[in-house]
Nanobody
Framework: QVQLVESGGDSVQAGGSLGLSCAAS????????MGWFRQAPGKNREGVTI???????MYADSVKGRFTISRDKSKNSVSLQMDSLKPEDTAMYYC?????????????????WGQGTQVSVSA
């Protein structure tokens, strides 16, 4: 059984920083795509950042230069460092293993999701 467990969500003021972590277990394939998506109230889920099996990152335009994804393959974990946070970054953040297409532009396919961790940024 694949499990993804996120941690690190919190409430911060605009301009602040926050780090999220995700630990994966039960996924036996190597070189898989892993990343972060988010969903704000009343909006569709959107991709934030992913890292492919070779560690190459991809970022949504809205977070480029502010967010950094990192991965520890030995621990099957991925982290997200969020700097210069804005109120529009407020959302539930979900860790994901993407098995079909490794991109921030689509979450189609049979993917695995964590339960989410809330990030709230106040002005």
């Amino acid at each position: 059984q694949v499990q993804l467990v996120e941690s690190g969500g919190d409430s911060v003021q605009a301009g602040g920083s926050l780090g999220l972590s995700c630990a994966a277990s039960g996924y036996t394939y190597s070189g898989y795509c892993m990343g972060w998506f988010r969903q704000a109230p009343g909006k569709n889920r959107e991709g934030v950042t992913i890292t492919d099996g070779n560690g190459r990152p991809m970022y949504a335009d809205s977070v480029k230069g502010r967010f950094t994804i990192s991965r520890d393959k030995s621990k099957n974990s991925v982290s997200l460092q969020m700097d210069s946070l804005k109120p529009e970054d407020t959302a539930m953040y979900y860790c994901a293993i993407l098995t079909t297409v490794c991109t921030v532009y689509s979450d189609a396919g049979r993917n695995y999701w964590g339960q989410g961790t809330q990030v709230s940024v106040s002005a």
